[in-house]
Structure formats: structure tokens, C-alpha cells
């Protein structure tokens, strides 16, 4: 019924920067927080950057000042602009959304498929 479909992921130096783009589509009453989650080998599944379907932002400790999430809610879209990137900052990146589809009225989280961002040296 909803799918999530993310690109963006790649190599990188580190230093550089990427940009991962998310889309929702299907059958899509309404979206609530849209976010960017990350998952190393060995960690547990962390949150990156959330944004609420007003614009306001929230980041990890360890992403702020150098990652900036966006959206454009007539597009079910979202976005991680991921600059000056650091080695730990390797790992698959997930699009997460919370969305109610339609003819439901409540909230489900959405997953992306994931994509691999690996800062080198």
C-alpha cells in the first residue's frame, strides 16, 4: 500500500558530503514526523534527524552543525544533506514516515529500503 524508496548513498572521503533523498508513494492519507535513521554493523539502529510535518527539526548529538534534514510535503519527500563526514559515520541510512493510509486512522511507521554510506580516509 505505501512504499518508501531512498538513493543517495555512495562512497565518500571523509570530509565530504552526500545527499540521501527519500519518497513515499501509494495509497497516502496523511504524513506526520519524517526521519533519517542509521544502523552500523554491531550497533543498534539509531535516529539521525527528524523533521515534523510543521518543518521543525531535531538532530543527534553527533550529526549537529553538519547534517540538515528537509521535506516538501506535497511531494512525500524528505531529504539528509550530510556534510563535513566523519568515519564514524559509516553505516545504511533508513527513511522513516509515519503515515496514515487511507481509509485507516492510524499512524504506522514506514520503513526505506536502506542505502549504504561508507566515509573513507
Known amino acids: 500500500q505505501v512504499q518508501l524508496v531512498e538513493s543517495g548513498g555512495g562512497l565518500v572521503q571523509a570530509g565530504g558530503s552526500l545527499r540521501l533523498s527519500c519518497a513515499a508513494s501509494?495509497?497516502?492519507?496523511?504524513?506526520?514526523?519524517m526521519g533519517w535513521y542509521r544502523q552500523a554493523p554491531g550497533k543498534q539502529r539509531e535516529l539521525v534527524a527528524a523533521?515534523?510535518?510543521?518543518?521543525?527539526?531535531n538532530y543527534a548529538n553527533s550529526v549537529k552543525g553538519r547534517f540538515t534534514i528537509s521535506r516538501d510535503n506535497a511531494k512525500n519527500a524528505v531529504w539528509l544533506q550530510m556534510n563535513s563526514l566523519k568515519l564514524e559515520d559509516t553505516a545504511v541510512y533508513y527513511c522513516n514516515a509515519l503515515i496514515v493510509v487511507s481509509d485507516s486512522s492510524t499512524f504506522t511507521a514506514y520503513w526505506g529500503q536502506g542505502t549504504q554510506v561508507t566515509v573513507s580516509s
Open positions: 523533521i515534523n510535518s510543521g518543518g521543525s527539526t
Open positions: 501509494g495509497s497516502i492519507f496523511s504524513i506526520s514526523d
